[in-house]
């Protein structure tokens, strides 16, 4: 957090889970599993799970895999598998939906090393006082479905999304009641959007060239 900024009251992060998608495109691959990076003295998992325990009443980890994340984290930390694998972010978003045991989440990537609490919480925030079934950041004109947070009321158009050949993050949030905090917002309450970043793995760097 920048310097002088208030700290988030953590009383409005009460009923929120907070869901890490670790994915399968990369693994599956061959290439780089983000969540597996070392980052420090631990691995990039470990600590979003870490910074997430901090606000979050229960975390969840969505994997295609679950054995191999197991020793990485603690046995309060529930993993579990994609109903609809193959379906990208939105796969994992649905199990998260169905499993959860609060009504919000606050759902990240794997490659996301900057999580912010106090970014979920002004989410949080803005989408209960509001009444809107998601709140995402939108930062440098971007949307960013990943560390947003969602609700259970996203869940039955999720599944008639699944069940289609449509399943972009982007299509989701049309067919919901979708809120957009922009990068001013979060400065205003010194929370500089860094938080949205992901880790770029030498894989990625060579597809964004090749031809």
């Known amino acids: 957090m920048e310097r ?4 988030m009251d953590l009383y409005r992060l009460h009923g929120l889970s907070g869901v890490i998608l670790t994915g399968a495109r990369r693994a599956g691959q061959g290439g780089t599993n983000k969540a597996l990076l070392p980052n420090g003295e631990e691995e990039l998992l470990q600590r979003q799970v870490r910074i997430m325990k901090r606000s979050c009443e229960e975390v969840i980890v969505v994997a295609p895999d679950p054995k191999t994340y197991l ?3 603690d046995r309060d930390v529930r993993i579990i598998t994609d109903r609809y694998p ?8 649905h199990a998260a939906l169905s499993l959860s045991r609060f009504g919000d989440l606050w759902v990240v990537g794997s490659g996301m090393p900057s999580l912010s609490p106090e970014a979920a919480g002004m989410m949080l925030e803005w989408k209960r006082e509001h009444g809107y079934d998601a709140v995402i950041p939108v930062i440098g004109g971007r949307q ?5 947070v969602y609700g259970k009321t996203c869940t039955s ?3 008639a999304m699944l069940a289609s050949a449509d399943f972009r993050p982007e299509m989701l949030l049309a067919s919901v009641r979708t809120a957009e905090m922009n990068e001013l917002m979060f400065r205003e309450r010194g929370i500089p959007p860094t938080f949205v970043q992901t880790i770029q793995t030498g ?3 060579r597809d964004a060239v090749r031809p």
């Not at 002088?4 to 700290?7: I, Y």
């Not at 193959?86 to 978003?93: F, I, T």
């Not at 960013?144 to 947003?148: S, T």
């Open 4 to 7: 002088g900024a208030p700290e």
């Open 71 to 73: 020793p990485l984290v």
């Open 86 to 93: 193959g379906k990208g972010p939105l796969g994992g978003l």
């Open 144 to 148: 960013y479905p990943l560390h947003g």
């Open 157 to 159: 158009p999720l599944n």
């Open 203 to 205: 894989e990625e760097r």
